[in-house]
């Protein structure tokens, strides 16, 4: 069990080192962007709509804010780095050796875990220069914003074990991820929407996350928070189980 | 064979387009031995060592490495194992002993000593002073030592390199042979295959060849090369010759007014040709081999063997 350790701290260093070589690529731009963000939205646009929630705009929008920078780069840590490995053959590296695939499947969430992690900081750190940050319960904040992670660095594995080429690769976050991350109530309230788009809205699995991680920075949410758990939750032991299926088949690494 | 390094058992393996690949191989390698696995391209060479690397599934047939079945025992199986393969396949970005310690950490060696390792490996195949600069930036040459320091960085008992000095000058793929006989006499054994057949000549003691998935041949080098009836010489004249006289020999043929091509039974040697050129006043001014003994071999085993298939399937 020992070697299983130092396998799983070998690829988690290894990711960590990736991401941290190239931080003007991985950490720098979610930190401009959102910063561009509170600019535009918080205080320009912001001041004109007034308060959400019972709290200012800009305040509302910052807990949506920080949870896609996490989406987004924990998703983008694994895609890129699963199908690179993949595409330069390095895969083979740890094919060979005595590793199991749930040491191999677990070294890759918590790399891409962990850079979602570090910009969500990053991303936090901008925020408290546009707004005075409250934390209602940090215990929430961190649950979830951990879950999250995982979830999209699994669902990153996957969209990277099924990628032939480089396009396969942006096609889901720019089509999928994107969209459903905008339509998950970072800017808005459901409460705010006609009734046939709210009851839409609740199919989509990132409402539940954004509304969790709010009412650990604000106490409020449009969803009960033990439902959001239970769909995270969820969701994360399918597409871990989906994920090991993938591996101990070899889909797309072995032939 | 008590305890081989490598057994193989009916192995086959059948691609999703019905390309039989291998054809129920059964094989065995000694432990300490330095083992050639030749075959045309295509042959099914690859296949099998992917096979045994885990790197392929097999359609049918079993794997043991040292005795450890590859199914049942696969931890121990794997940790008995390193791999060089045929193409390079390591992240180009990733410094060069990062390479080595992540390696060496996918089978549990602890950073401290897979850094000792690291450094171990890299001063040995001269790459200690490129151990910062990224894989990408290395000579061809270079990534093929890389890539033997990586597989030798948890010190396995059996290697298996796949055409390793494939695009290596002639310089380093000799000091890359001194190697390989180094850590062969240090028990390390090692599986070869290569398409420089003197490669496979200078360093091999067995020799399996394997053709259209088959295994055409499995015996020792020296056995496969006391079986070569005929050698080809080349023989470069002294004097312009227009018209061949008849030789007392296997096959001849004029390669232009200067050169000519003989083919001679090995246990008549050399004298009764020199004596027929003599007689004819055909001076020499030098000989050398047309190709070197195990190519000739190589080239016969795989001809008989594309025969016989031939045969099969008109029949």
């Known amino acids: ?255 | 064979m008590e305890n081989p390094a490598l057994k193989l058992s009916n192995l086959s393996k059948t691609y999703s387009n019905q390309v039989e690949a291998l054809k129920a191989i059964d094989l065995e390698v000694a432990e300490g031995d330095f083992f050639a696995l030749l075959g045309p391209n295509g042959a099914g060479k690859s296949t099998a060592i992917g096979i045994i690397a885990s790197l392929v599934n097999r359609s049918g047939g079993e794997v043991q490495i040292f005795g450890h079945d590859l199914d049942r025992e696969r931890k121990a199986a794997k940790r008995c194992l390193g791999l060089v393969p045929q193409e390079f396949n390591f992240n180009v970005f990733e410094p060069v002993q990062e390479i080595l310690i992540n390696q060496a950490g996918y089978y549990g060696i602890e950073r401290r000593l897979a850094t000792q390792r690291a450094e171990y490996y890299l001063k040995k195949l001269e790459l200690w002073d490129k151990r910062l600069s990224s894989a990408r930036d290395l000579s061809g040459g270079m990534k093929r030592r890389l890539m033997i320091a990586r597989a030798l960085v948890h010190e396995p008992r059996m290697l298996i390199l796949d055409e390793p000095t494939a695009g290596v000058d002639i310089e380093i793929r000799h000091s890359m042979w001194e190697f390989m006989r180094e850590i062969n006499q240090n028990g390390t054994t090692i599986i070869l295959t290569t398409h420089y057949l003197e490669e496979a000549e200078s360093l091999c003691r067995n020799i399996a060849i394997i053709d259209q998935g088959r295994l055409v041949e499995n015996t020792s080098m020296k056995n496969l090369l006391t079986a070569l009836q005929f050698e080809t010489f080349i023989l470069d004249l002294q004097k312009p010759l227009e018209q061949l006289p008849p030789l007392n020999v296997q096959a001849s043929r004029l390669v232009d007014a200067y050169t000519m091509e003989v083919e001679v039974v090995r246990e008549h040697g050399l004298n009764d040709l020199f004596c027929d050129l003599s007689e004819y006043s055909i001076e020499v001014a030098s000989l050398r081999n047309k190709a070197n003994r195990l190519e000739q071999m190589f080239l016969h085993r795989v001809r008989d063997n594309g025969r016989s298939e031939d045969n099969q399937r008109n029949a």
């Open chain 1, 1 to 255: 069990m020992h070697d299983y350790f130092v396998a799983f701290k070998t690829i988690v260093i290894r990711e960590v080192l990736r991401f941290g070589r190239i931080w003007i690529q991985t950490v720098l731009p979610a930190m401009i962007t959102t910063a561009l963000y509170f600019v535009i939205f918080g205080n320009l646009i912001g001041s004109m709509i007034g308060e959400v929630g019972g709290v200012s705009f800009i305040a509302y929008i910052v807990p949506g804010l920080i949870l896609m920078a996490v989406i987004t780069n924990s998703y983008a840590n694994v895609v890129s780095s699963f199908y690179s490995s993949k595409f330069q053959g390095n895969i083979e590296e740890m094919l060979v050796a005595p590793i199991p695939n749930w040491i191999i499947l677990s070294g890759y969430l918590v790399g891409g875990m962990l850079r979602g992690l570090v910009v969500g900081v990053a991303v936090t750190l901008v925020s408290l220069l546009f707004v005075d940050l409250q934390i209602h319960n940090i215990a929430v904040v961190i649950t979830t914003v951990i879950l999250t992670a995982v979830l999209f660095a699994l669902a990153g594995f996957i969209n990277a074990v099924y990628a032939k080429s480089f396009d396969d690769i942006s096609i889901i976050p720019t089509f999928v991820l994107t969209p459903l991350t905008y339509l998950g109530g970072i800017f808005y309230s459901i409460d705010m929407l006609p009734d046939f788009w709210r009851q839409v809205s609740l199919y989509n699995p990132v409402l539940y996350m954004i509304n969790a991680f709010r009412y650990g920075f604000l106490g409020v949410s449009d969803i009960p928070l033990p439902t959001a758990y239970t769909i995270i939750l969820t969701f994360i032991l399918c597409l871990f189980a989906f994920a090991l299926m993938l591996l101990n088949r070899g889909t797309g690494i072995r032939n």
